[in-house]
């Protein structure tokens, strides 16, 4: 009788570990993305508020510091079945993220690489070089994702 007990109480522990892990709340990883989308468009705009000379090199290094540790995050905020296919009233992302996952998921990476010269133009260029940082960061990093993963955002 113990032996069947304790199987029986394998068999639970096992079956009930399975599915452990909480479903994920789609609107809450969607929110976070976007939240995410947001803070690094308030971050390039600080730096282009330096170029300007709205605000201090310091408050530009400071910002690009933190943008450096976004994209790491990006691809997990990209969880299958969060298209504007499935939530077409809640994201802009084409299901083409998961179609083409590979490349996808490659893009986080350009843009991390884009802001690390834009943080060294930030430390140690001329406004000028970094205005040209801001525009490939604009371009191989932010465009790179939005012009084949996003559909148009409408006024």
Known sequence: ???????????????SSAGAAPAQDVPAVIKQR??????????LKVIQ???NGDTNRGTALAKVNELLSLP???ADLFPPGT??????????????????????????GALQRAERRL?????????????????AVGRNGCGACHTSFRSPLKD
Do not use: C
């Open 1 to 15: 009788m113990r032996h069947r007990v304790r199987i029986g109480l394998v068999a639970f522990i096992v079956a």
């Open 34 to 43: 976007q939240a995410l989308m947001k803070a690094q468009a308030e971050g």
């Open 49 to 51: 508020n330096y170029v």
């Open 72 to 74: 790491p995050k990006i």
């Open 83 to 108: 298209s504007i296919a499935e939530f077409p009233q809640a994201t802009h992302a084409k299901p083409e993220i998961w179609q083409q996952w590979d490349r996808f998921k490659d893009v986080p």
């Open 119 to 135: 943080a060294d133009a930030i430390g140690g260029g001329s406004k000028q070089d970094v205005l040209d940082q801001l525009d």
